[in-house]
């Protein structure tokens, strides 16, 4: 069975920082490119950054590039979200996905999805 089974959300203050966790099983880590979305209540899915297991290429949304850098880890099937400079708009629920690079940032053409993991930053 796929999973993506994410960890390290938490709450912290303005400033802060978290280091967020995904690993996935069940599929080849490598042919997906694996990434982050977040979601606040009321609002569409926001692609945050994801990149190519493959090559690493990496991108970024706008409201995170500085703050936010993605990494992974084939031998552990890992990818991980370091979030640093924490700000109040930040607060959502960060969920782990995985699909072709090409693909991304469309969260409906994502492959796989895991459980969330609330972030909130308390100002």
């Known amino acids: 069975d796929v999973q993506l089974q994410a960890s390290g959300g938490g709450l912290v203050q303005t400033g802060g920082s978290l280091r967020l966790s995904c690993v996935a099983s069940g599929f080849t880590f490598d042919d997906y490119a694996m990434g982050w979305y977040r979601q606040v209540p009321g609002k569409e899915h926001e692609a945050v950054s994801w990149m190519s297991s493959s090559d690493g290429s990496s991108s970024y949304a706008d409201s995170v590039k500085g703050r936010f850098i993605i990494s992974s880890d084939s031998a552990k099937t890992t990818v991980y979200l370091q979030m640093i400079n924490l700000l109040p708009e930040d607060t959502a629920v960060y969920y782990c996905?995985?699909?072709?690079?090409?693909?991304?940032?469309?969260?409906?053409?994502?492959?796989?999805w895991g459980r969330g993991t609330q972030v909130t930053v308390s100002s």
């Open positions: 996905a995985a699909g072709a690079y090409i693909l991304w940032p469309h969260s409906d053409l994502m492959g796989h």
